[in-house]
Structure formats: structure tokens, C-alpha cells
């Protein structure tokens, strides 16, 4: 009888073109799959919580899949760590019920953008930041960042995604969005419902360019078309979060 199987990843994802497998291209799905693959004797299918695009990083993404093979969960973890690339670890693995689903239980995700505001970037941080040197209104992002809080059709937010032709809604809620200073990183945390294509990217753009005096903190929810999408380099999956088991208690809005 298959198990179903959760599992938190981490990865760097400089080299790897986002988290859905693409024919002939290294992706995060596709590499995972296949150590799977080799350990299960027969191709196995991972569900993930949402796609990261490529060159996006990830501390706890969340996937699932079905495995006959009898192997202790902890076994499992280390087996796969011990064969999977050295920017890719499983932080966590545990068995689940038959129907979780990473993307359809989650209740809620949070994002983290860093931007680094110091004159040089050192080289071993440029593919884990955006660096932005020159002058900002930081008060004016702080507001601005604060006006994205609630329930919102975030269509101006998002790139063209396929899933548009079928007619979904793009309205979500966001719990929390504010920027905190860290030395000299400047660091976006977005906790919300859900996130579009390029949502999180477009909006460091659109607060970056309140920041430059461009747009007005008031008018960060104004219908325009999507702002200047960062680079994905600065973007982090820090959580999902799901329904907690029986014994339990669930996770405050914050």
C-alpha cells in the first residue's frame, strides 16, 4: 500500500530553472523526482505547495508524493540527501494522510525579499539579494508596504500566467507586509493566502518605485499595469503553513 509522504525542502535556486520540470532544463521538481525515481524503482510524481520561479530560493518549500518503498521515514530523508545535489536538502519528512495536497491545504505562505542598500555588494552575497545603493524614501515603502494588507484583486500585481484563460480569481488576502532594516539589507516579509505569477517580484517593484518618489504610497493599490519586476535572485520561500494536526493549536494571523 503507497504512503503519503510530506516533505520541507531547502534550496538554493541559482542553477535551476524554477521549481516545475521543463524538458531538457535542471528544475527543483524534476531533480527530486528523480533521485525518487532511482530509490523507488519507478517514476514518482511530487506535488508541490506553488512553483517558484527560476533562481528563487527556497527555506521550507513543501512537497508530496506517494512511496511503496518501505523505507523508514527517517532513512528516506537521509537516503535522498545523501543523492540529491548539494543545493537542495530535505529539512523534514513525514508520513501524511492519503489526500494531503501541499498547494490546496495550505492556508497560508510567506515571502521574504532582501534588498541590500550598502554602496558594495559583496560578491558572495550577489546572487542572494538585489542591490540597490541608490537613495529611497524608506518611510514611504513602509506605508506603502502597509496599504497591500487585506483583501484585494491583485491582478495588476501578476504576469500573464496560462492558467488565465481559465478564469480564476485574483483576489487574495494579505495577513501581513512590511519591511524591516537589517544592517544593510532591507528586507520585504509578505505573509499571505495565496500568491499570482511574479506577484511578490512585482510588488518590491511597485514599493521600490514609491521609494524613488515615482508613485505615491496611496496610490500602491491604484489599477496600473505591473510594476518593474525585480530580479528572483532576492527572493525567499520562508513557510507554508497548513491546518495543525488534532493535538495541535493553529498558527495566529501574525
Known amino acids: 500500500m503507497p504512503r503519503r509522504i510530506r516533505i520541507t525542502l531547502a534550496y538554493d535556486g541559482t542553477h535551476y530553472h524554477g521549481w516545475q520540470v521543463q524538458p531538457g532544463l535542471p528544475t527543483i521538481q524534476g531533480t527530486v523526482q528523480q533521485v525518487l525515481a532511482g530509490l523507488e524503482g519507478t517514476p514518482v510524481l511530487i506535488e508541490g505547495s506553488g512553483r517558484t520561479d527560476a533562481g528563487v530560493h527556497a527555506l521550507a518549500q513543501v512537497a508530496a508524493f506517494h512511496l511503496t518503498n518501505p523505507i523508514p521515514i527517517d532513512n528516506l530523508r537521509r537516503a535522498m540527501n545523501q543523492l540529491l545535489p548539494r543545493d537542495i536538502r530535505i529539512v523534514e519528512a513525514a508520513e501524511v494522510h492519503d489526500t494531503f495536497h501541499p498547494r490546496f491545504d495550505a492556508l497560508a505562505k510567506t515571502y ?5 542598500r550598502a554602496e558594495l555588494c559583496p560578491p558572495i552575497e550577489r546572487l542572494y539579494v538585489h542591490h540597490h545603493p541608490y537613495p529611497l524614501n ?3 515603502m513602509h ?3 502597509a496599504r497591500l494588507e487585506g483583501e484585494h484583486d491583485f491582478t495588476s500585481f501578476a504576469t500573464a500566467d496560462e492558467s488565465d484563460t481559465q478564469g480564476r480569481s485574483k483576489v487574495r488576502t494579505i495577513f501581513s507586509s512590511q519591511f524591516t532594516r537589517e544592517g544593510d539589507r532591507l528586507i520585504y516579509r509578505v505573509r499571505g493566502s495565496g500568491f499570482l505569477k511574479h506577484m511578490v517580484r512585482n510588488i518590491v517593484g511597485v514599493l521600490l518605485e514609491v521609494g524613488k518618489g515615482n508613485i ?3 496610490d500602491v493599490l491604484t489599477p496600473r499595469l505591473p510594476g518593474p519586476t ?3 535572485r532576492g527572493l525567499f520561500l520562508l513557510s507554508v503553513e497548513y491546518p495543525p494536526a488534532p493535538h495541535e493549536t493553529a498558527p495566529a494571523d501574525r
Open 112 to 116: 521574504e525579499y532582501r534588498i541590500l
Open 138 to 140: 524608506e518611510a514611504a
Open 143 to 145: 506605508d506603502a508596504a
Open 216 to 218: 505615491a504610497s496611496v
Open 230 to 232: 525585480v530580479p528572483a
